[in-house]
């Protein structure tokens, strides 16, 4: 595997085909995302991404049941998620899906946590969107503990307190999954990714350069403040968009009538200048490595590149042959220009086999990296959240 990662990720819109007037169901987008991830691992990528809602037009309100169905079907490619409700989801029980899938993928697996931006969402599952970074802040800090130390004894403002529990099963290898903080807009999220010296994720497919650059700065600078590493060590991953024909006017006539009645930016912006204001990339495959390789220029040295190919009603047909296209023509360019010229201290790409080894080699054990954190100033979670409120003030 490269230093780098390169993957594709859903965010499970159910959409009409414009072309067509036909919507596919729910079954359909579903077995459609298996046969999505087992081609990218066919072609070569390295991770597949599942989104998570729980409203329409979207269908993944569970995707540690559809990520553990894929994990039985392939054997290489790491399973993700493109946003893993932090705010509404129980941390105890995301405790358990995802140690619980880890076993089963054999370490396969990383996840990236998200408020979410869907304001009902949160109180069909009894939360407050107002309370959506306290939620994100006080609910990793449990998961955090959870993961690490045998015991949890631990009481917060949003949730009912544990005494004595323990999380099973507990992580593989004694190693909690990879964590990736997203967040497209809150600086305080980069500041948590930074607070713990975990990955940050900018899901940068509907923000100019200028936004992103600055998020990723911010990252990158507390990631050092807080001990880390040096800011190029920092673990970055982008977002991008990209539909690939032949010939750039091919691609356009075939992708517009897509992008122009899109669920999020339809109707909105032109094709041209949505492209140029964003990371959006509709033309060839030469096309799409110049410009993901221009990502480096104001994103530094990063570990993880995801596309999104599939949503808008493009045909299952069409997302397989985007999916043929990334792995056999673009991803083997980008990994050789990515690697060429990275410097040495640019950490590679996060896996289970890497930590695990890392982990041996510190004398890691599981329960230690609690008591590490406690050393630091976490001594509970309430000071964990209070520490990285007063750090967002001074970013």
Do not use: C
């Not at 990528?45 to 269908?59: C, I």
């Not at 899906?97 to 054999?106: G, N």
């Not at 032949?246 to 009538?257: D, G, L, Q, Y």
């Amino acid at each position: 595997m490269s230093s780098m990662q390169f993957g594709i990720f859903s965010v499970s819109d159910i959409t009409q085909d414009p072309t067509t007037g036909r919507t596919p169901t729910e079954h359909e987008r579903i077995k459609g995302w298996i046969a999505m991830a087992k081609k990218a691992e066919e072609v070569g990528l390295d991770v597949f991404a599942a989104g998570e809602h729980h409203n329409p037009p979207f269908f993944s309100s569970s995707p540690t049941t559809t990520l553990g169905y894929i994990a039985a079907q392939t054997e290489r490619i790491i399973l993700s998620t493109a946003t893993t409700l932090i705010t509404t989801n129980d941390p105890v029980k995301i405790a358990e899906d995802f140690a619980m899938l880890q076993h089963l993928a054999d370490g396969r697996v990383d996840l990236t946590l998200g408020r979410g931006n869907t304001g009902p969402v949160y109180p069909w599952f009894g939360k407050d969107i107002r309370d959506g970074i306290e939620l994100a802040i006080e609910n990793y800090a449990l998961l955090h503990k959870l993961w690490r130390e045998p015991v949890v004894n631990w009481q917060g403002k949003h949730r009912t307190p544990l005494t004595g529990y323990t999380s099973t099963p507990a992580p593989l290898d004694g190693v909690a999954p990879f964590v990736w903080h997203g967040s497209i807009r809150s600086p305080q999220i980069a500041e948590q990714a930074a607070y713990y010296g975990d990955g940050f994720f900018h899901n940068n497919i509907f923000w100019n350069v200028e936004h992103t650059e600055r998020m990723v700065k911010l990252y990158r600078s507390r990631f050092a403040h807080y001990g880390h590493g040096e800011p190029e060590q920092a673990f970055v991953g982008l977002g991008g968009q990209v539909f690939m024909k032949s010939t750039e006017r091919e691609a356009k006539e075939r992708f517009r009538p897509f992008f122009d009645v899109a669920p999020v930016y339809g109707h909105g912006p032109s094709l041209e200048d949505f492209t140029e204001m964003t990371p959006l990339t509709v033309g060839t495959p030469e096309q799409v490595i110049e410009r993901t390789l221009s990502f480096r220029d104001w994103a530094g040295d990063y570990q993880r590149q995801m596309f999104l190919i599939d949503h808008a009603g493009l045909p299952l047909t069409e997302v397989l042959e985007q999916i043929e296209i990334l792995g056999t023509e673009v991803v083997p360019v980008l990994r050789r220009e990515f690697d060429n010229g990275r410097p040495a201290n640019v950490p590679d790409a996060p896996t289970h086999a890497a930590r695990v080894a890392a982990a041996r080699e510190a004398g890691t054990q599981l329960g230690e990296q609690g008591n590490a954190w406690k050393e630091q100033g976490a001594r509970d979670d309430l000071d964990t959240g209070a520490a990285i409120a007063r750090q967002v003030g001074e970013a």
